[in-house]
């Protein structure tokens, strides 16, 4: 999955730790980033593969007046149920992986050299991790994640508490990063440590025209030696 000259990043954190806020910055700063929270919310459109097996499993109940998933809704269902999580997600992860691999192939034959896959669930459910270069968590605490979806999405306690309980602990995963980005205090300390990695994840990357120029002097040179 990376081929020479390129590096494949995985973004990944606790919901609500800011994870898309970084993935913004990187963008800002040039990076491309592939989102598999965007790919979710793709697959699961009216026409597409996910959305047809996701309402055949839970029932028209989940869906709104104009046929679209209400995801309030569909979030009542699986984030109170494991079993109901897990059947979504086999509904729906393999139609996200083929629309992720669609986008790294098309991002690699490009000559993109630095791509970032923001995944959430990246430690949890992604076999891909022996494939990246690195991970890169963003961390603040589970009092903040639980404090943030409460502001955000006005969920009570409860329905911040079983978001959060069905990913792994935000700490259990800082230990397994290769980088960790503190998102505890301002988001203004936290843009300038995602700018700064931006730099070191640039370190090394031979540009695509040191390559192929080296590629055409073995090249010439077999052709040199062997005439």
């Keep these: ?40 919310k793709q697959v699961v459109e009216q026409g597409c593969p996910g959305y047809e097996k996701v309402v055949k499993k839970f029932g028209r109940k989940i869906l709104l007046p104009n046929g679209e998933i209400d995801r309030q809704k569909l979030g009542a269902v699986v984030f109170s149920n494991r079993e109901n999580r897990e059947i979504l997600n086999r509904c729906i992860h393999p139609e996200i992986a083929k629309v992720v691999r669609r986008r790294l192939i098309w991002e690699f034959f490009k000559g993109t050299q ?14 891909i991790r022996p494939y990246m270069h690195s991970v890169v968590l963003v961390y603040c605490t589970p009092e903040q994640q639980k404090q943030r979806i409460m502001d955000r999405n006005d969920y009570t306690e409860e329905a911040a508490n079983a978001r959060i309980n069905s990913q792994w602990s935000i700490d259990e995963k800082r230990g397994m990063a290769d980088v960790v980005i503190d998102n505890t205090g301002l988001f203004l300390d936290t843009e300038v440590a995602t700018k700064a990695l931006v730099v070191e994840l640039k370190k090394g990357i031979i540009p695509i025209r040191n390559i192929l120029l080296l590629i055409m002097a073995s090249i010439v040179g077999f052709i040199l030696y062997n005439y």
């Design 1 to 40: 999955l990376n081929p020479p000259g390129s590096r494949l990043i995985g973004l990944t954190g606790g919901i609500a730790s800011g994870k898309s806020s970084v993935g913004k910055v990187l963008q800002e700063e040039g990076v491309v980033v592939i989102s598999c929270d965007a790919a979710a």
């Design 114 to 127: 630095l791509v970032v896959l923001d995944i959430p669930l990246l430690f949890e459910s992604c076999n």
